[in-house]
T-cell receptor, first 111, second 112 residues
């Protein structure tokens, strides 16, 4: 079946540092989504990507749809304490209704 | 405010009981979804509905049932046949199956 590997699984960073995380798939995706989830809450959509090579920003967040269509990257610049949480990627293949979700990157920011 | 609501936030159930989780959306979305989230795992799809009165099983539908009688509502029933029901349940909706999904706040179900 389809697999989605997300890395790193967790990371501790200092406030003000930049953060990078990525997802890789065994299948070609036509859509990539990035979410943030706080403990005990539902995921919140951060960025949606629909074209290979697409680079999209949302404030301090920037995400890219990989050229191979099998990967995506999320960068957070100048991290702040409220960036703490779990970041999920999700991908969808053409012609399907289903999104495949990564297992998440747990981010902790040290003030 | 447009959004997705789930109730209750916390639910406790005795073994052998059925329980129904509510999901309502006022986004005028056609598609709705139910996911299960367990620690350290990605979200797993339970059921999916593209339009009213139509729904399909996801990857882990055994022990669950749904209905879609209204566009706004997609309740999930966790039956006694579900062997390990304790989990965090998330409802989502999208304009249609090709669009991004938006999630509700979740319901944490604990079986005692």
């Amino acid at each position: 079946g389809q697999q989605l590997n997300q890395s790193p699984q967790s990371m501790f960073i200092q406030e003000g540092e930049d953060v990078s995380m990525n997802c890789t798939s065994s299948s070609i995706f036509n859509t990539w989504l990035w979410y943030k989830q706080d403990p005990g809450e539902g995921p919140v959509l951060l960025i949606a990507l629909y074209k290979a090579g697409e680079l999209t920003s949302n404030g301090r967040l920037t995400a890219q749809f990989g050229i191979t269509r099998k990967d995506s990257f999320l960068n957070i610049s100048a991290s702040i304490p409220s960036d703490v949480g779990i970041y999920f990627c999700a991908g969808q293949t053409s012609g399907t209704y289903k999104y495949i979700f990564g297992t998440g990157t747990r981010l902790k920011v040290l003030a | 405010d447009g959004g997705i609501t789930q109730s209750p936030k916390y639910l406790f159930r005795k073994e052998g009981q059925n329980v129904t989780l509510s999901c309502e959306q006022n986004l005028n979305h056609d598609a709705m979804y139910w996911y299960r989230q367990d620690p350290g795992q990605g979200l797993r799809l339970i059921y999916y509905s593209q339009i009213v009165n139509d729904f399909q099983k996801g990857d882990i539908a055994e022990g669950y049932s749904v209905s879609r009688e209204k566009k706004e509502s997609f309740p999930l029933t966790v039956t006694s046949a579900q062997k390990n029901p304790t989990a965090f349940y998330l409802c989502a909706s999208s304009k249609d199956r090709h669009n991004e999904q938006f999630f509700g706040p979740g319901t944490r179900l604990t079986v005692l």
